[in-house]
């Protein structure tokens, strides 16, 4: 009986059975030692534990979950005194710490690119039906927000950084592998434990508050969107993200996995003057311009919220209005 191919396993356990292609990015990043310790690494394990699993020798096995740490292959915890190590779960999650991976080469990045482009809204469309909500979310920049109560914490990106215990940068993944728009790629800021993480593998570097909200200026004036985890306590990452090279926007129901912020903007027709800039500023079509003196007009059922439109109108004639009460905010 013909062994099955350990690649195409792993593909399997990532939620990928049928792809072509995440076994040929596996090949690349894991030799055949290291893609069966991969597959015993669930649930967390220790080395002695992986040795036993795997039959591997044990320092051998050590070294490897040491290797593949750094190649975004396992995680690791310490609990109970003892460091156990555990595998990459899900293929965006593979995406996001392979790319990093310090040996990536540009064959490698490329074959994430063809994934993204052949089979990544493929993928989109067989997992949408298990989220019970959209995983991230969109955070406001900070615009002119016409709100009915106090901008809650979770909406403030800036409060976000002021609270954060720990904060680094990473390059951002999507344009790692794409990078066709041109925007600033070292702008992806990892926070708390991503942060921690981000520094023990030496993918990313420490920020203070101060160089946080600096790239948070950046990000905003190149037009890239503030997305986090869909949860009201931010304690993962901020990612800034284009309109090109960010798989999200991807998706053919990328509104399944992105949720909006609770605002919506809102143009004052006597102040606005035509001018068309928030049109370029705009990834989701959710602006047009009307009538015989042409002004902008809000689709505010393509709006997500984001204010990038807000910042560069020459008359301030849009600010964000609130939409959804805090009550019903994610948790």
Known sequence: MTEADPYQEMAKLLGAPESNLIPRILRMIADDQEIRILKAAFPPATVSELASQSGFPEPGVEAAAQRMFAKGLLFRSRKEGATRFYRVKTVPQFHDSSVLWP?????????WKEYTEKEW??????????????????????????????????????????KARSLAVTPCTCRTVDGKCGKPVEVCIQVNRAADYALQRGTGRSLTKEEA??????????????????????????????????????????????????FRARVQKEECIGCQICLERCYFSAIRMEGAEPR???????????????????????????????????V
Do not use: Y
């Open 103 to 111: 040996g990536a080469t540009r064959a490698f990045l490329d074959l």
């Open 121 to 162: 809204p493929a993928f989109g469309r067989v997992i949408e039906a298990f989220l019970p909500k959209p995983p991230i979310r969109v955070v406001p920049v900070g615009a002119t927000i016409e709100a009915k109560a106090k901008v809650l914490a979770m909406d403030d990106v800036r409060d976000i950084i002021g």
């Open 213 to 262: 909200i600096s790239l948070l200026h950046l990000a905003e004036k190149e037009g890239l969107v503030h997305i986090v985890d869909n949860h009201q306590t931010v304690d993962h990452i901020i990612c800034n993200c284009c309109g090109d090279c960010c798989i999200n926007w991807r998706l053919p129901n990328f509104h399944k996995f992105v949720a909006a912020s609770r």
């Open 296 to 330: 902008a007009r809000i689709e505010e059922e393509k709006c997500l919220g984001c204010g990038l439109c807000t910042i560069t109108c020459p008359t301030e004639a849009i600010l964000l209005k609130e939409v959804q009460a805090p009550d019903s905010v994610p």
